[in-house]
């Protein structure tokens, strides 16, 4: 597996820009696609973004389409995701995690078989 440690969470004002970073230890980070979800209070987990193994091939969920670019760097065993235009409603907890499953859609929290702790972020209106 791999280890995860989520950073930059904090509170902006709606409009404003954020960069969460995950950092990743233990198995080759290079070889597992990396993916965003977010989790606000009340709700279901849900899938924000996605990046394979190759840093090109990336996937995005529809409200965050246009406002949030996710990356990652293999050399520094990161991924980001900067989350631009933020709106009140993106306010949760951000998880990163990493799919080491082949041929996943990236897109369902199953296919994930490793999580961070989590970065709370607060978008005020």
């Known amino acids: 597996q791999v280890q995860l440690v989520e950073s930059g969470g904090g509170l902006v004002q709606a409009g404003g820009s954020l960069r969460l970073s995950c950092a990743a230890s233990?198995?080759?980070?290079?070889?597992?696609?990396m993916g965003w979800f977010r989790q606000a209070p009340g709700k279901e987990r849900e899938f924000v973004a996605a990046?394979?193994?190759?840093?090109?091939?990336?996937y995005y969920a529809d409200f965050v389409k246009g406002r949030f670019t996710i990356s990652r760097d293999n050399a520094e065993n990161t991924v980001y995701l900067q989350m631009n235009s933020l709106k009140p409603e993106d306010t949760a907890v951000y998880y990163c995690?990493?799919?080491?499953?082949?041929?996943?859609?990236?897109?369902?929290?199953?296919?994930?078989?490793?999580w961070g702790q989590g970065t709370q972020v607060t978008v005020s209106s």
């Open positions: 990046i394979r193994w190759n840093e090109h091939d990336t």
């Open positions: 233990g198995r080759t980070f290079s070889s597992v696609a």
């Open positions: 995690a990493a799919s080491s499953i082949p041929m996943a859609t990236l897109y369902r929290r199953y296919e994930y078989d490793s």
